[in-house]
């Protein structure tokens, strides 16, 4: 299997829904009441913390480069005069 990068943000979010969809399933099942609007709070605050959780996982990520690749981010790579940035 090939490796990925860990995305804090899609945990997140993946735990609030959850979190939502629990909150349902109680008041479904009979053993709590929740209103109808819980959801919103729910559902609205944690993908506004999932995109906080993101955007902060972006600008670590890229602050500095990779100690895996050994090279400098895409963007300082094509700053030596070329067009795209790729050896030719």
Same mark, same amino acid.
């Given at each position: 299997?090939?490796?990925?990068? /860990?995305?804090? @943000?899609?945990?997140? #979010? &993946?735990?609030?829904?959850? =979190? +939502? ?8 099942g009979g ?11 729910? /559902?609205?605050? @944690?993908?506004?913390? #999932? &995109?906080?959780?993101?955007? =902060? +996982? ?31």
């Amino acid at each position: 299997m090939l490796r990925h990068d /860990v995305q804090p @943000g899609k945990l997140v #979010a &993946g735990f609030f829904l959850t =979190l +939502t969809a629990v909150v349902y399933a109680g008041d479904a099942g009979g053993t709590w009441e929740a209103p109808w609007f819980v959801a919103i709070p729910l /559902v609205t605050g @944690g993908l506004c913390l #999932a &995109g906080a959780t993101a955007f =902060l +996982t972006h600008a670590i990520r890229h602050r500095r480069p990779s100690p895996r690749s050994g090279r400098a981010p895409e963007h300082n790579r094509a700053s030596d005069g070329g067009i795209s940035g790729r050896p030719e």
